[in-house]
């Protein structure tokens, strides 16, 4: 099977996650992609699989080298986000693309337009994989899972390949922060790792945002309206209120590349009782702290205005910046992008504005820095994903192997 018949199955399976579900994983039909993958890895020759009762396939292609070279972790994660359908994706294929528009969707006059997304403007002559505008495509992260599956179908087709130990990991629920809560970081018993995730493939990661989350919840006053003067106090008004005193610079259609940003996600209420969900994002912790500790400030100004405790706030830690506990594993990185030159591409460390598995497993003690997929505008109708980048990252991956045990070789 080739790169391009994987991608196109994986996408076929429908792996929403929910954040509203307490299951792990978060939606059974992920078991569904799980269980399929599980008997490919098998079919490729390679006997030491599991699927574990979380959700997680663990694989090992076993050493055909004596051991020699570090041991090697590939991972991706199954599931796509809540935010738009998995369900029922239509691809369109577009061969040797030549910087024009791509039309979607003519019923809802939805165009990939490369003045509104200038990334196509890099990617001229590629094959590109688009939706039809009804869906997400899927490619954050089946793009990932057919590259590693493609890695694996040449390691196992070509015994002159040398290589130590290779391991596998397939993770559901990435999309919802919970994608390493079960991880077996023993048991998969890899030196190191790679998230294969994201984007442009000359993008090498291996920083990402400090994470929180926020919840306000706004305990009004319900009077009936007609006899509400100087009695009601209007939830919904109030939670505007408590928006508006966020600083207006620190959202996400104001900030860019190491600016954080607070995110109102979701809100619901009534003149009663609203909730309001945020994610607060930073690369520097101290400056995240800041952020939360506005969320505290407003509430008690709001409170002291309104002379009860019509505030609460909420906040949890999700993730860290795995920056720091790279620094002490730069050699990872420093593999990734001489692998990538050998390739002809020149490597360009970027910080993730976002988070990955690979930064909480970079804090359970497995580095784990991120190479991209040549996916782009993840997370809804709009989302593409390049093939000819897939196919070199295939190429890439395996320079990094054999690299490896070529430099352990020497050093022997």
Known sequence: MNIKERFLKYVSFDTQSDPQSNTTPSSQKQLKLAEYL?????????????LDPSGIVYATIPSNNGNIGDVIGFIAHMDTSPDASGKDIHTNIIENYQGDCILLNKEKKLVLDPQEFPDLLGLIHHTLITTDGTTLLGADDKAGIAIIMQVAQYIQQHPEFKHNDIKIAFTPDEEVGRGTDCFDVQKFNADYAYTIDGGNIAELEYENFNAFSATVYIHGRSIHPGYAKNKMINSLRVAYEFDSLLPVHERPESTSDYEGFNHLHDLNGNCEETTMEYIIRNHDLELAKKQCQNFNDIADFLNKKYGYAIVEVKIEQSYLNMKEHMLDHMYIVDYAKQALSDCGIEPNTIPIRGGTDGA?????????????????????????????????????????????????????
């Open 38 to 50: 599980k008997d490919e890895i098998i079919s490729l020759g390679i006997k030491k699989v599991e």
């Open 360 to 412: 909480r497993l970079t804090y359970m003690g497995l580095p784990c820095p991120n190479l991209g997929t040549g996916g782009y505008n993840c997370h809804g109708p709009y989302e593409f994903v390049s093939l000819t980048m897939m196919e070199k990252q295939v190429e890439v991956l395996l320079k990094l192997i054999s690299n490896n045990v070529k430099e352990k070789s020497n050093e022997c």
